[in-house]
């Protein structure tokens, strides 16, 4: 998975967010990508990445009316963009806010394919195994589509 | 976004409505400084002053921000309170992406808001709101309170202005995102003046990219470039404070205002003694990957039994300079607490430093008594300059204001133009002859970054008027085909005209691609035009005596070079204008 294990040497030069959006989602853009970077409070604060955190069991997954967000082997999702109808329900359910919305509705989230890595100058980012967690695959709370 | 129109957002700050204009020119100018004549010479008025409300304050970027690499600043056009004729002045920050995810080239502001108020503009909004509670808040607690009124994802760029800018200082800045400026030439003012306390750009559109792999090739070489080569190192690492010492070595750093060009005391403010005792982080303009900008801290104890405070401050060679070296103040955080209070101002901080050098050695001199200065100004006392910042930067008395209208100004009224240290506006911090004082005297921005004098120096020790103009033509001509991409002029070595020709055609600018040649001399045109229309007389400029006592690594200064050099550019800037010489 995606992580952002060295954030306070991030310079916030977007870089990452950036590459994500031109490689691959083939776009110029601030938002449409699986990181976002944002100062945490004011330039003077340091900067913060808003990433996908490869849950398991997904509440945006779950969230999704559907299965345009499916729970990917492991942790986090996979995106199947033509099923999705605009509901906006993955975003909403994310509790790391990782979800974009661009203002047609239309979702953009890590896929933790590691490609915005080497494009960060201070290596603040990293791919590596998903953590071992507590909850067990299947043990979170139902959310209801 | 590619398209062979401009698309420009006038905004009417009186009425707050906006126009949307589509406007032709791309091939000819680009963007950025190409754009930013091409607007003014549309919405000037030329019989009015710099403060009359039509008078437009313009922001414009390239065909190539946010599409590659240190494709990052914004170029702000404007007239000058400082001599009432054309400017630019450029920044980084957030603001050029921010712009183009807006969705603009360029965003006009004319006329004037009834009251304080800040303007917001994203690709879906355009609001301007009463912010007359921020009136006469310093740059730092503006922002702050702007950060809360203006809520977004963190893609938005804030320009605000401190209390100079309000006041109408020719020496006000306009404050990019806390650590970046529009500095010179009282761009400030002109937002003051149009009771504009900030301006947010909000960057929420997102474009198609061009098919083909052809740009995601160019990116990653541009990329590789920035990156893997030694190229960009030098701003990394101890950034542009590695002049100092540099500088000082070859005597040619501007000390206590230049009465001398080298100090025993340099060791205190060299960039290795701010990497090694101040420096906080680095921090990058959106979109570049070097991350030039060092931040320093400032950690003063305002209490007894050890209570602290701690503010984060950005320093450069150029703040180093004008009031470190400049003013005496050989202490690390001693200059970064001056700077801090300058920062807060919103004062340029070159102009400011330059100002308050001459303002001392006229104190020491008896041209200017105390009474004047309120503080009784000394080389080397950095608690007293924090005193004098907050009294130009609100101009308290005449003598203030009068100081921050331009030095020579003051110096007209109280003497001392001798050694008022002024090439067209304060100078910037390079002693190293001739060749860069009257670069810097003559140059379209007044500044060190128009043309690089101070490296042709030390290549070409040889007086030679004719190569050096040919130079100053070329030179200028090259950033200006840069600053209309609006490429960081520190990406110059990387950004060739071969890889610009590349970078230009993969997204899809196949013309301007063709020929960067007549881009340059185009845009040099239109520069020269719109200066020349409001008045610029280059023939006219003179260089104070200080400059022709300057002794340096070369030896002394030649006086006859040096008007021979000014007379010769001064013809050639007529020329390049579009008109006979004078
Ligand atoms: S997008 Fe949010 S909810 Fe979905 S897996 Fe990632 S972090 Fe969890
Ligand atoms: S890991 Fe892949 S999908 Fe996720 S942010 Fe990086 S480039 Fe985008
Ligand atoms: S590329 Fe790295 S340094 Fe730049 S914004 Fe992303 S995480 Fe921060």
């Known amino acids: ?145 | 976004m590619i398209r062979d129109h401009f698309r420009v957002l006038r905004v009417d700050l009186a009425s707050g409505r906006g126009e949307l204009l589509e406007l032709e020119g791309r091939n000819e100018v680009a963007g950025g400084s190409g754009l930013a004549a091409l607007l003014f010479e549309r919405f000037a008025r030329l019989d009015r002053p710099w403060d009359d409300p039509e008078q437009p304050l313009i922001f414009a970027i390239g065909p190539l921000t946010g599409y590659f690499p240190l494709m990052s600043k914004t170029v702000c056009a404007f007239r000058s309170p400082y001599h009432d004729q054309y400017a630019e002045s450029h920044a980084g920050g957030r603001s050029a992406l921010a712009l183009r995810f807006a969705d603009l080239d360029a965003l006009v502001l004319t006329g004037r808001a009834a009251c304080p108020s800040c303007l917001l503009v994203g690709s879906r909004q355009l609001e301007l709101r009463d912010a007359h509670y921020l009136w006469g808040s310093d740059v730092l607690t503006a922002g702050k309170a702007l950060r809360r009124m203006f809520r977004g994802s963190g893609h938005r760029s804030i320009l605000r202005i401190g209390p100079a800018g309000e006041n109408r200082s020719a020496m006000a800045c306009i404050n990019a995102d806390t650590y970046r400026h529009f500095g010179r030439l009282g761009g400030g003012a002109v937002m003051g003046a149009k009771n504009v306390k900030a301006l947010c750009l909000v960057g929420d559109a997102s474009f198609p990219l061009p098919e083909g792999r052809a740009y995601t090739q160019v990116f990653d070489e541009v990329h590789r470039q920035v990156t893997a080569t030694e190229m960009m190192r030098k701003y990394h690492n101890l950034g542009t404070p590695a002049n100092v010492a540099v500088l000082n070595g070859l005597r040619a750093l501007p000390c206590r205002n230049l009465q001398q060009t080298s100090d025993p005391q340099v060791e205190g403010i060299t960039g290795e003694r701010f990497a090694d005792a101040a420096l906080l982080r680095n921090s990058a303009c959106s979109g570049c990957p070097v991350g030039c900008i060092h931040v320093g801290f400032v950690r003063e104890k305002f209490m007894a039994d050890n209570r602290y405070l701690f503010r984060q401050v950005a320093y450069d060679f150029e703040p180093i300079f004008s009031i470190g070296s400049m003013l005496g103040v050989f202490d690390a955080f001693a200059v970064l607490g001056l700077l801090d209070a300058v920062e807060r101002m919103g004062l340029d901080v070159m102009s400011a430093g330059v100002a308050l050098a001459w303002a001392t050695e006229a104190t020491e001199k008896d041209l200017v008594a105390e009474a004047e200065t309120a503080v009784g100004l000394r080389f080397g006392d950095a608690e007293t300059y924090k005193a004098a910042v907050a009294h130009l930067a609100r101009g308290t008395n005449d003598f203030y204001r009068l100081l921050a209208s331009g030095t020579r100004n003051a110096a007209a009224r109280y003497g001392g133009d001798d050694f008022a240290c002024v090439l067209g506006q304060e100078m910037a911090g390079y002693a190293s002859g001739e060749v860069f004082f009257v670069g810097q005297a003559l140059g379209l921005r007044h500044s060190h970054l128009d043309v690089g004098g101070y490296t042709y120096e030390e290549k070409h020790p040889e007086r030679d008027a004719g190569a050096a103009v040919a130079f100053y033509e070329a030179d200028e001509r090259e950033r200006a085909v840069l600053t209309s991409m609006v490429a960081c002029l520190f990406a110059r070595g990387v950004y060739t005209a071969t890889l610009l020709a590349e970078c230009l055609r993969c997204v899809g600018y196949e013309a301007l691609a063709q020929d960067l040649g007549a881009l340059g001399r185009e845009v040099q045109k239109r520069r020269w035009r719109a200066r020349l229309a409001t008045g610029y007389q280059p023939e006219a400029v003179t260089i104070p005596k200080r400059f022709a006592e300057v002794e340096n690594w070369k030896g002394g200064i030649d006086p006859g070079f040096l008007s021979q050099l000014q007379a010769a550019y001064a013809r050639r800037i007529r020329e390049l204008g579009g008109q006979a010489p004078a």
Not at chain 1, 6 to 12: A, D, K, L
């Open chain 1, 1 to 145: 998975m995606l992580t952002a294990p060295r954030m306070e040497r991030c310079i916030g030069c977007h870089s990452c967010s950036l590459a994500c959006a031109r490689q691959v989602h083939r776009r110029l853009s601030w938002d449409t990508a699986g990181i976002r970077v944002a100062s945490s409070g004011g330039l003077t604060s340091g900067f913060e990445a808003k990433t996908c955190l490869a849950c398991n069991p997904a509440p945006c997954a779950r969230a999704c009316p559907t299965d345009a967000f499916s729970q990917r082997a492991g942790g986090g999702v996979v995106v199947r963009k033509k099923l999705c109808i605009r509901c906006g329900r993955c975003a909403q359910a994310c509790p790391v806010d990782a979800v974009y919305l661009d203002p047609a509705g239309e979702p953009f989230v890590c896929l933790h394919c590691g490609r915005c890595v080497p494009f960060c100058p201070h290596d603040c980012l990293e791919l590596a195994p998903i953590p071992e967690r507590a909850c067990l695959p299947g043990a979170g709370p139902e959310v209801l589509p």
